[in-house]
């Protein structure tokens, strides 16, 4: 505490090293594209204050139970913020940032602040730790638990396993943004790393908030869990965009029909798994749950590499200069 009225916590110094971080590593990025890495910093000036409005106004609008008021709602050191919304913010940042600035290269900047995003979530993750949020139900080990000596049991610490899975979407998103500097294929267009780590990010959502007591939901009895229903219809909807591009690259095959019926066994697993109750099989539940989610993922991998996108300006000036 800093006098009477500002106090520091420990979570925000992790979540603030975490976004630092997460710039450096978009700065870094943007340079390998040899292009200015001014860009990042100008998307920032915008990306930073919306992406807070934003991730502050989608937790109130989904617990408007806890707030008296308009008043309490707009006071951002009450704590409260949803990461969907902090997404939905940093688009508007860029988009803002793009009119302002006269910057040409959405889905380039795009790539690098989500591979850097990646890492500032999963920075954020374990810095939960500090807030004793993000936790699960009762099990029956101590492993990557917190103990309750009020009801002398272990609930699952979420958090942990949300923090690594979240590392993993970094480590992938890393990789395919280099693995898309290295192929010199004109489908190898900016915009699908952003992509890719926000279908990622959204499967990851389904398994970590499945397992959480404490998420942001929705409902009479408040069984309906946001970020879930966010998290696979954006990884849905982006894979099979990713599969219809390459469908129309290649042209329709046997593989992708299999595809198809793949993710529809991979949705029907996880819906089977989060209607599984019972202590008993909390953890095999959300395994099968992961198992599903990873298919998911490795299918939006690798249709990512041969799906051809292209951003509609970019398009649009293409055509133009062919006629």
Not at 21 to 30: D, H
Request: proline residues 1%; glycine residues 10%; charged residues 15%.
């Amino acid at each position: 505490m800093i006098g009477d009225t500002v106090t520091i916590s420990w979570f925000g110094v992790f979540v603030a090293f975490g976004c630092l971080m997460g710039i450096v590593i978009a700065c870094v990025l943007r340079g390998t594209q040899a292009k200015p890495v001014s860009d990042i910093f100008i998307s920032m000036i915008f990306s930073i204050p919306l992406g807070l409005l934003c991730a502050r106004w989608f937790y109130c609008l989904f617990s408007m139970r806890e707030f008296e008021g308009l008043a309490q709602m707009t006071k951002l050191t009450e704590g409260g913020y949803g990461l969907y919304g902090a997404i939905f913010g940093v688009y508007l940042g860029v988009s803002t940032a793009m009119l302002v600035a006269d910057i040409d290269d959405f889905g380039g900047i795009m790539d690098c602040l989500a591979v850097g995003g990646a890492f500032a979530v999963a920075v954020g993750r374990f810095a939960t730790y500090f807030t004793g949020t993000e936790l699960g139900y009762e099990v029956d080990f101590s492993f990557m638990t917190v103990y309750d000596e009020a009801h002398d049991l272990h609930v699952f610490a979420v958090y942990w396993l949300d923090g690594l899975l979240e590392l993993v979407v970094f480590g992938v998103s890393l990789w395919f943004f280099r693995f898309c500097q290295r192929d010199s294929h004109p489908e190898h267009t900016e915009g699908k790393t952003a992509l890719v780590m926000l279908a990622l990010h959204g499967f990851n959502q389904v398994i970590c908030d499945s397992m959480r007591a404490d998420g942001l939901k929705l409902g009479v009895n408040r069984f309906i869990n946001i970020a879930q229903i966010i998290g696979i219809v954006s990884g849905v909807v982006i894979l099979l965009l990713l599969l219809v591009e390459a469908i129309k690259k290649d042209r329709f095959r046997l593989g992708h029909f299999f595809s198809f019926l793949i993710l529809l066994e991979c949705i029907a697993f996880g819906v089977l798994a989060e209607y599984r109750v019972g202590k008993g099989n909390y953890i095999s539940k959300h395994l099968m749950m992961l198992g599903a989610m990873v298919f998911l993922s490795a299918m939006v991998v690798h249709y990512a590499k041969y799906a051809r996108i292209s951003e509609p300006g970019k398009t649009a000036a293409n055509k133009k200069a062919r006629t």
